[in-house]
């Protein structure tokens, strides 16, 4: 029995044995014969999750209390039903009318690049190169001799003058330290002089397969390095030690507690997977992390990391393997079928080989793994979509000559920001995953259209049109990419206009709220095989749930912006709670 198999099994049998003995205490009225709670949550506006019959209705179940036991849902409903289940020892949470939901699921984010983003020089919201670099050369006077200074999060769209920086603009506030500084995405960054001589690029240096080494007009490189071409500096760059990466991982934790996410599907470094696995012996674990692999790692590599930890494991484990088709739209290095509206020479730059591709890809599905794809432009989906489609045929084939085996293999695009109506019905035909980043849109908005032309951009960031098609959505942040708060992606999905009202991007794509909540939560859930276990506020379930300060259902789209978590709970322990914090 395969990894996913085996969870699935597990996750059901867990949520039959406890609704088994729901039922036989009397349904939606707890018996005496049920086991007494932990904690009982009462006197709440409580948000299930559960709709009925369809997640397409507007209204979802609501309920006035809730309890636990152990790390599980013990029983929703009626406040008077549920207190029955009170005993001596249990801890009784007044609510006092607050909004609760499930746990936000983010379902694409980077929590260790979060972390490290924290401690070295934050370009976030830089809103002129010149402040650029005098927070560089802040850094670079507190650093030690000749040590390495790195940053990130600079974005060249929100300057007056929108051009990319060079070696040379780093060259006079970085003295004698290499510098390399990645661009919001990480599709591209820039390296000083010094850097580069470390990596030894050169105006001989001939571009990498999948990168750019941008030059200017007498061939010398001028700093910027896209995608693959990155390669070079970051295998110079010292790396994080245990304890960097522990102090990074920690601070990055606290953000998602505070913001109510309590599962993250998250691609970081394997060292920084064993960083989880010793905050989870410690108890210092405060979210569930389901760590996705490199796709392009051997499958022998994958094998070994996959049994290297527990797959019953609903804290931590390995999942999806995650592969890049191109790079990103604001960097103009995702792969486009047609050239940019604004650079007609480019069409971006793709990563694979098709053939390779599909072999890889066939192979890694053969061995059940489920596999995960960053594709944003059209090119680079159609180059996923074709991978699954092909994977796919032979794993069925391959299942129909075994005994037994499934066909549920969730297979994800993450992204999927430009797709084509085809590509669309693909999804669904393929029961392709479309894993997306709404808050994606509050700063793409800015210069989509111009990347794109105004018929390409009508299909892009296509969430209602996937929905209506039957495509599983699973909503996440991308994470220090965008920041963590899921009421940003919220706001985006339900308005799809800028921060501030003024712009708005292709409507007929809004969702509705109940729409995106479950994007957040049971679609994401869904997208990492946990959807019997988590996604949503029912007897058996995980208990991980969040208290609001407003009723997100209800209140206008602009103050969705404006909520504050007041408790994250994961598996019935609260890891972070507003009171606490105010005493």
Same mark, same amino acid.
Request: charged share 25%; net charge neutral.
């Given at each position: ?66 309890? @636990? ?47 490290? =983003? ?108 896209? =995608? ?7 295998? @110079? ?100 079928? #047609? ?50 489609? #092909? ?32 590509? !669309? ?47 599983? !959505? ?72 969040? !208290? ?36």
């Amino acid at each position: 029995m395969n990894r996913i198999a085996l969870i699935s099994s597990l996750a059901m049998f867990l949520l039959s044995a406890t609704s088994a003995a729901f039922a036989q205490s009397g349904g939606s009225a707890p018996g005496t014969s049920m086991p007494k709670a932990d904690l009982i949550f009462t006197r709440g506006n409580i948000y299930t999750g559960v709709f009925e019959p369809a997640p397409s209705l507007i209204a979802g179940r609501r309920a006035e209390a809730l309890a @636990v036991r152990g790390d599980r849902i013990l029983a929703v409903g009626k406040r008077d039903e549920v207190m029955k289940l009170k005993g001596p020892e249990t801890k009784i949470v007044d609510l006092d009318g607050r909004f609760v939901m499930p746990g936000f699921n983010d379902a694409h984010m980077h929590l260790a690049s979060a972390g490290l =983003e924290k401690m070295n020089v934050n370009l976030v919201g830089a809103r002129t190169l010149d402040e650029l670099r005098e927070r560089l050369r802040a850094r670079c006077e507190a650093a030690g001799p000749g040590e390495w200074v790195v940053g990130e999060g600079w974005d060249e769209t929100l300057w007056p003058v929108k051009v990319l920086p060079t070696r040379w603009d780093l060259d006079e506030a970085s003295g004698q330290h290499p510098v390399y500084l990645a661009r919001v995405d990480g599709h591209i960054g820039v390296a000083n002089t010094r850097a580069l001589q470390l990596a030894s690029i050169t105006v001989a240096t001939k571009d990498p397969a999948g990168g750019k080494i941008d030059r200017d007009d007498a061939g010398i490189p001028n700093g910027i390095l896209r =995608e693959k071409a990155q390669e070079a500096v970051s295998a @110079v760059i010292p790396k994080p030690t245990r304890d960097n990466r522990r102090q990074a991982i920690e601070l990055a934790l606290a953000d998602l507690a505070s913001h109510g996410i309590t599962s993250a599907q998250d691609y970081s470094q394997w060292e920084d997977f064993q960083v989880y696995e010793q905050l989870e012996r410690d108890g210092k674990l405060t979210a569930r992390i389901s760590e996705w692999l490199n796709f392009d790692d051997s499958l022998e590599d994958l094998n070994r990391k996959r049994a290297s930890h527990p797959a019953s494991d609903n804290m931590l484990h390995t999942g999806m393997l995650k592969g890049f088709m191109d790079g990103s739209l604001g960097s103009k290095t995702a792969a486009l079928l #047609e050239p940019y509206a604004d650079d007609p020479r480019n069409t971006g730059l793709p990563q694979y080989d098709a053939a390779k591709l599909n072999a890889m890809t066939r192979e890694r599905v053969l061995a059940g793994f489920q596999v995960g794809f960053h594709a944003i432009g059209d090119r680079g989906v159609k180059l996923a979509l074709d991978a699954f489609e #092909e994977a796919e045929k032979a794993a069925k084939e391959a299942q129909a000559k075994a005994a037994g085996g499934g066909t549920d293999f969730r297979l994800r695009v993450e992204h999927a920001q430009v797709t084509t109506p085809l590509q !669309v019905s693909r999804f669904k035909e393929l029961k392709v995953i479309a894993s997306v980043q709404p808050n994606h849109l509050l700063t793409d908005m800015n210069w989509a259209e111009s990347r794109l032309g105004a018929r390409r951009a009508e299909h892009s960031y296509l969430w209602s049109e996937f929905l209506r098609r039957g495509v599983v !959505v699973a909503f996440g942040t991308d994470y220090p990419v965008e920041p963590v708060t899921p009421f940003r992606g919220l706001y985006a999905a339900v308005t799809r206009q800028s921060e501030d009202g003024k712009k708005t991007y292709y409507p007929a794509q809004r969702l509705t709220i109940e729409q995106a909540i479950t994007a957040y939560t049971a679609g994401a859930a869904f997208a990492e095989f946990a959807e019997t276990q988590k996604g949503k506020l029912e007897p058996g379930m995980l208990a991980d749930f969040v !208290v609001l300060d407003r009723d997100i259902t209800a209140a206008p789209p602009a103050k969705i912006l404006e909520t504050k978590v007041l408790r994250t709970v994961v598996g019935g322990k609260t890891v972070y709670d507003i009171e606490s914090l105010r005493h």
